[in-house]
């Protein structure tokens, strides 16, 4: 996976400190299983809002995409990227604006990158959920289970 993030020409962002009673990533047995991670690049939100209202859904794609690379970025520094065998379920939470039902759409941009990454063995099960709000009035919220070799 690492050498594949190198021909993708991605870099996996410094792990963000929880912000709260919890660790970004934790291991039992053969699963590490993350905590939510948010559009964080740089140590701050890279948006914020309602997908459907202030922010659009191709804007909340790429920032699901970002969220998944932080997921990765804490499974890296528990356990090493590289020891990944392969991505086990994928959980989105997007901050939906009223009616707006495309959640699905949304969480693609992390199922997309996490094929990128790690190809059949990135195809995973989901669940995409649509809420009133996320920590920080984040847009998206992007959580993952991988399973290590």
């Known amino acids: 996976p690492s050498a594949r993030l190198r021909e993708l020409a991605l870099t996996l962002p410094t792990v963000t400190a929880p912000a709260g009673s919890y660790v970004p990533a934790r291991r039992s047995g053969a699963l590490v299983f993350t905590a939510g991670q948010l559009p964080f690049v740089d140590g701050a939100l890279a948006a914020t809002g309602k997908i459907g209202g202030e922010v659009t859904p191709e804007q909340g794609k790429d920032l699901a995409r970002t969220c998944a690379l932080n997921a990765l970025a804490a ?5 090493g990227l590289d020891a990944v065998a392969g991505v086990v379920k994928v959980v989105g939470f997007v901050a939906s604006a009223p009616g707006f039902t495309g959640q699905p759409g949304v969480i693609n941009g992390a199922s ?6 790690f190809g059949e063995a990135g195809r995973h099960a989901r669940s995409a959920v649509g809420v009133a709000e996320l920590p920080l009035g ?3 919220e992007v ?6 070799a």
């Open 112 to 117: 997309e990158l996490l094929a990128d990454v």
């Open 143 to 148: 959580e993952l289970v991988v399973e290590l």
């Open 75 to 79: 499974v890296d520094a528990l356990v």
């Open 138 to 140: 984040a847009p998206v």
